[in-house]
């Protein structure tokens, strides 16, 4: 079996111009920068509202999530081992241009880019929702409210363009902030448990644990730990990535999993469905009983500064993933320029206009409902991802480029199995809405193709 060729943007040593390196980026993520930016990434505002909508599910919810943790780490495990031993390939988009070809590396990374972008809007209106809570002006103007969203956008690619060391300090800060209500949570189940034992979880029913239950269960669970993979998405901006990039992916994966599943599945098992399925913060609901309104208000803010958080973890993926996709040849080269500090500000321009777009349009903001379709559509956009990187990990395998590991191949073998049983989850209507969003962008990459057929080796096409 042949190997197709490689382009030139994609090996090691690239010498194209817009190539993130040492002299155009004075600071580079290290562990901690780029573990924050995994936990960051995945905590969200996402996994604060997930206790309501798991409420249906009762006891599935450990099935689900404990299907949902085993394929998350299987899939770290495959992102680590790629970006271990293809540190300089440009990320996951370069890494899948090596092994399958330019044209599944393109279609896998503008569905990641335009998945996460539309999350960046979902967690802006999320957030300043949450925010409502303590301005009341922000839930009775919904113009005010998409204002305000848009003007954090602003100020964290702002943040952003200030290069990776601010961009960076801030994730590590507010990654410990959003810490806070798990671990306020997790105490005041104890607390429970103290004085109650296990008389306060949800009466066990084995009749409940269905299969259609468990499907349902994890394919809520699995927009919970989106972003897993951003250590490796933006490869070239970590230090050291062949011993960072895999710490800090299961690192993270390992640490956010374990607490959102610990976390969501107490909330589940001992509030009331009904309570907890119309609670706009389950969370603040959960503790605020126990340890005075004070401490709710308290887990409010911790979950705001969360939220953008991980905005702010996304908008340096957002603008990172399309800048390396320009690397490679496949984007014009006027999304990977750089200004000094080393930001690809115009990346990081284009996807928080799409962003500000969205927030603007939605004029009457309806969380639930927001939260929901952005849920399915990010949820299958990335599954593309999830499933192409251990088919490339195979591959890779094969070829004798990365260690043919019985870790790797399990791991491999797990991630594919995951991934199909998510798409199946979502449903077809997902499944549809995400195609669609993923091939928008192949007319673009046909004309890439023609672009750079027209012109010599080493021209640069702008």
Known sequence: MSSPPVPRQLHAQSASP??????????KLGLIGATALVVGNIVGVGVFMLPASLAP????????WALTLCGSLCLAWVFAVLAKHLPHAGGATGILGVALGRGPAFVTAWGYWMSACVSNA??????????????????????????????????LGYLNSRGLKVAGAAQVITTVVKMLPFVV???????????????????????????????????LTLYSMLGLECAAMPAEAVNDPERTVPRATMIGTVLTGVL?????????????????????????????????RGVGTLITLCVVIGAFGALNGWVLVV??????????GLLPAWWGKRNARGAAMNSVLVSGVLACVLIMLNGSPRLTNMYTFVLLLSTTTTLALYLLAPVAALVLAYRGTVPRTPALLLASAGAIAFACFAFAGAGLEANLWGLLLIFAGVPLHLYMQRRAASHPAGQSVD
């Open 122 to 155: 979902a967690i802006t209106i999320g957030g300043v929702s949450y925010l409502g809570r303590l301005v009341p002006s922000l839930t009775q103007s919904p113009m005010l409210a998409a204002v305000t969203g848009c003007s954090m956008l602003a100020l």
């Open 185 to 219: 949570a997790l105490g005041v189940a104890a607390l429970l448990f103290a004085r109650g034992g296990t008389g306060i979880l949800a009466p066990f029913d084995a009749s409940t644990l269905t299969f259609s239950a468990a499907t349902g269960a994890a394919a």
């Open 18 to 27: 817009s190539t993130l390196t040492p002299a155009r980026t004075p600071h």
């Open 57 to 64: 599910f009762g006891w599935s919810t450990m099935t689900g």
């Open 319 to 328: 603008g990172e993933v399309p800048a390396a996709m320009a690397d490679h």
């Open 260 to 292: 959102s599943m610990s976390v969501t599945g107490l909330l589940v098992l001992t509030m009331p469905a009904a309570a907890l399925a119309v609670s706009a913060a389950p969370v603040a609901d959960f503790v605020s009983p126990v340890l005075g």
